[in-house]
């Protein structure tokens, strides 16, 4: 039976990489010289720093240009709030959502069902297993939820006859 699985995945590769050309471009500017400004990458996250709040948005501004110049899809990111940092110093988390889990995977189902498809889609960790008799099917349930969700970025993969 022809399946494929919907997942929601940053490319970590490139993100590492984006994170660096912009901790590079922070070094070399003139605006920034002998200033605090970095990006920091964690395991899910990544924390900006900067000498306060107008900065904070350029390293944002750096790190998305960057992010866009590697292909890495800016709406993976969520913003928290700037938190003030000894003195003048001002923080801020952005998180790196991943996974189609929840209630992302609950909608994807319920799109799937609710457009009478002739697909079973079934909600397994982070990703959603769907299929179907035939190929055709899948590609118009893959259009169908390409057109209905567009505020999470969704890969296809593992597209299987």
């Known amino acids: 039976m022809p399946s494929f699985d919907i997942v929601s995945e940053v490319n970590q590769v490139e993100l ?3 994170v660096e050309q912009a901790n590079k471009e922070i070094t070399n ?4 010289k002998g200033s605090d400004a970095r990006v920091e ?3 899910e996250a990544l924390t900006l720093y900067a000498d306060d709040d107008f900065k904070l948005g350029q390293v944002y501004d750096i790190l998305n240009a960057k992010l866009a110049k590697r292909n890495v899809d800016v709406r993976f990111l969520d913003r928290g709030e700037v938190e003030k940092v000894g003195g ?4 801020q988390v952005v998180t790196v959502k991943e996974g189609v889990g929840g209630e992302l995977g609950k909608k994807i189902v319920r799109i799937l069902k ?3 498809l002739k697909v079973q889609a079934s909600i ?3 990703a959603v297993r769907v299929s179907g008799a035939k190929r055709d099917v899948l590609q118009e349930a893959i259009a169908l ?8 970025p969704l890969q296809f993969n593992n597209f299987r006859d």
């Open 16 to 18: 590492r990489n984006a």
């Open 145 to 152: 939820v390409r057109k209905s969700i567009t505020d999470v």
């Open 88 to 91: 003048n110093k001002a923080k």
């Open 29 to 32: 500017r003139f605006d920034f």
């Open 124 to 126: 397994q960790g982070e």
């Open 41 to 43: 990458q964690d395991d």
């Open 114 to 116: 609710d457009g009478k």
